[in-house]
């Protein structure tokens, strides 16, 4: 018998050899797919040639090709955002800007004379993600105003204060929260800040091929109306523009009727009354809670409403990145992640395109489809159960089901239709997708040519956990952690989400991205940009210096996406990602800091 024992396990050999071949020929045959749908979304979306610095306009996708769920059509959704924020006839804004669509519940300004309780149904800014509980209290109210303030339906004759951006001396994040003290100062003494052209230092040389140097426009959407910043400029180049920084009774300068003053540079972190003036007190609506060791305590409510008040206007300041930086972004997304991307989207499309020719079959044999239909329920597998629902649903309707490689021009406008990248809102539900009929809810003219797909958050690879890992010139002004502290911290975290494995790493030195080899329990994705080689290298330089600022704001805008975000707060950069989440549905997503500071 001894023989026939070895014929078995030949036979059993032989067979598996088959088997693995064949499961061999599949693995490469998606694997060829997978390249091939990588290398179409690459040629679309125009990332071939890393110095173009410009979406294609429009995108061209090949007929079998899906749209690539980790990127955006910069140049419709830039031309969207654009006309989202266009006045209509006579300076009417659009209904999400309207003043009488933003009245509290009920028609009262708040429940208590400190302004809390006060909820905002009304206004809903387009670039305000998640309900709004999951933003900070008023998210939506102060966007809705700051933008009303700042884009006026005239400046003919408007009072203006003028400023320019922070130098080189400033870090970004710091910039940023100046800039937010600035506005604060403009709302208080009611004019419309206006921040000089050309002084945005950090704007590196990108810009300049695109005819904006040194322009913040260059990376984000303005800040103020073009024809403010006409007004204060005229006014500013006739002499008419006085500088009261130095000058006695700044005060009563402001509050006069002077119409442009200058308002030159200076340190004012703390200038930012114009949030208890104008919005009561809403921070103390959801107290920002910090726990160290075994305890948990609150902020002090100055430090609440520092943090609110920088949040709304980092969010503002930062609403929509520019064609050029939508642009930017996309690239580092396919690059980082993107062939993971088309590995998933290649698989579900196999998979669906074999249900879709079964389902068509089924169509096809109706008397075998009834005949399936009778048959008992333990000879059938569920499959079939909805393959012939769907079936005779398709047959009573005469409909046909197609694939999503099928009719190309069929499927996308199908797609459109049905999976629209919709936005989240608070109270009800505002599509990204706005009609330009907006403009006058009660016409049926289409000013701007039909629905303006605003865009909502793209698709990322997710549970996914951001980290930013500093060793450079910041050990002066706290204690720095390698990756290694890092990752111990998200561990904790796999204490809540298990399944959480995906890093996405931010970082001056190469030495950091280098040690992610050694933790290959955690999957990393980083931009693809050099980086200074030690720690020693960063003493004497400063790390927005080196790489271009479209990487760097790419970076900040990836990181503020994710689920969870490991950093120090006593960083005005990590300030600027804690307020991004904080004013775009991420309120209470986890946060963990090895430093807090105001």
């Excluded at 979306?45 to 996708?61: H, I, N, R």
């Excluded at 006579?90 to 429940?111: F, K, Y």
Aim: aromatic share 8%.
């Amino acid at each position: 018998m001894a023989w026939l024992t070895t014929v078995v396990l030949l036979l059993l050999a032989h067979w598996a050899g088959f088997a693995e071949a064949g499961n061999l020929f599949a693995d490469q045959e998606h694997e060829t797919r997978t390249q091939a749908l990588f290398d179409e979304w690459t040629q679309a979306y125009g990332l071939e040639d890393s110095s173009a610095l410009l979406p294609p306009a429009p995108l061209a996708l090949p007929p079998n090709v899906p749209p690539a769920p980790h990127l955006e059509d910069c140049a419709a959704r830039t031309a969207a955002r654009r006309a989202a924020e266009e006045r209509g006839e006579g300076g009417t804004p659009l209904a999400w800007a309207r003043e009488e669509s933003g009245e509290c519940c009920g028609g009262s300004g708040g429940s208590g004379e400190d302004g809390r309780g006060c909820c905002n149904c009304g206004p809903q800014p387009p670039w305000v993600r998640g309900s709004d509980a999951a933003n900070l209290a008023m998210t939506r109210g102060a966007q809705r105003d700051m933008w009303r303030h700042q884009f006026p339906a005239s400046c003919t004759g408007r009072r203006l204060m003028l400023t320019r951006w922070p130098g080189l001396h400033h870090g970004m994040g710091s910039m940023v929260h100046v800039m937010g003290a600035y506005l604060s100062i403009a709302l208080r003494s009611n004019r419309t800040l206006v921040v000089m052209p050309g002084t945005f230092e950090r704007a590196t040389r990108e810009c300049e091929d695109l005819h904006k140097a040194q322009q913040w426009e260059c990376y984000f959407f303005p800040i103020s109306s073009p024809g403010c910043v006409q007004e204060a400029m005229a006014a500013h180049d006739r002499g008419e523009a006085p500088d009261i920084w130095a000058q006695e009774g700044r005060e009563d300068m402001l509050a006069g009727a002077t119409q442009v003053v200058y308002l030159a540079l200076s340190s004012l972190f703390g200038d930012i009354d114009a949030a208890r003036l104008r919005w009561g007190k809403p921070w103390l609506d959801r107290p920002h809670t910090i726990q160290e060791a075994a305890s948990i305590s609150t902020q002090e409510p100055d430090w609440m409403m520092a943090r609110w008040w920088r949040a709304q206007t980092t969010r503002f300041l930062l609403r929509w990145p520019s064609a050029h930086l939508c642009h930017v972004i996309n690239r580092v997304r396919h690059v980082s992640y993107g062939l993971l991307v088309a590995n998933r989207v290649a698989a579900v499309a196999a998979q669906q395109g074999s249900i879709v020719e079964s389902l068509n079959a089924t169509v096809a044999a109706s008397s075998a489809a009834t005949s399936a239909a009778t048959s008992s329920a333990e000879e059938r597998d569920p499959l079939d159960d909805l393959l012939l629902l769907i079936a005779a649903k398709a047959r009573e309707t005469g409909r046909e089901i197609l694939a999503a490689n099928g009719n190309a021009t069929r499927v996308r406008s199908l797609q459109s239709h049905v999976w629209p990248n919709r936005g989240r809102s608070g109270c009800h539900n505002l599509p990204s997708s706005i009609p330009a009929a907006f403009h006058n809810p009660s016409s049926s003219q289409q000013p701007h040519g039909g629905s303006m797909d605003v865009g909502g958050e793209v698709f990322m690879v997710r549970p996914v956990v951001s980290m930013h890992v500093r060793l450079s010139d910041k050990g002066s002004e706290m204690g720095l952690h390698p990756l290694p502290s890092f990752l111990v911290m998200a561990s904790r975290l796999r204490q809540h989400r298990p399944d959480l494995r995906h890093v996405w790493l931010s970082t001056e030195v190469q030495s950091v991205i280098d040690e992610t080899n050694d933790h290959p329990d955690w999957t990393f994705f980083y931009t693809n940009s050099s980086r200074v080689n030690s720690a020693e290298q960063m003493k004497d330089a400063h790390e927005n210096a080196r790489q271009p600022m479209g990487i760097i704001f790419a970076n900040l805008l990836i990181t503020s996406e994710c689920d969870y975000f490991i950093g120090s707060l006593g960083s005005n950069w990590n300030r600027l990602i804690d307020e991004l989440r904080s004013t775009n549905g991420r309120l209470y997503a986890g946060l963990i800091s090895f430093t807090f500071g105001l």
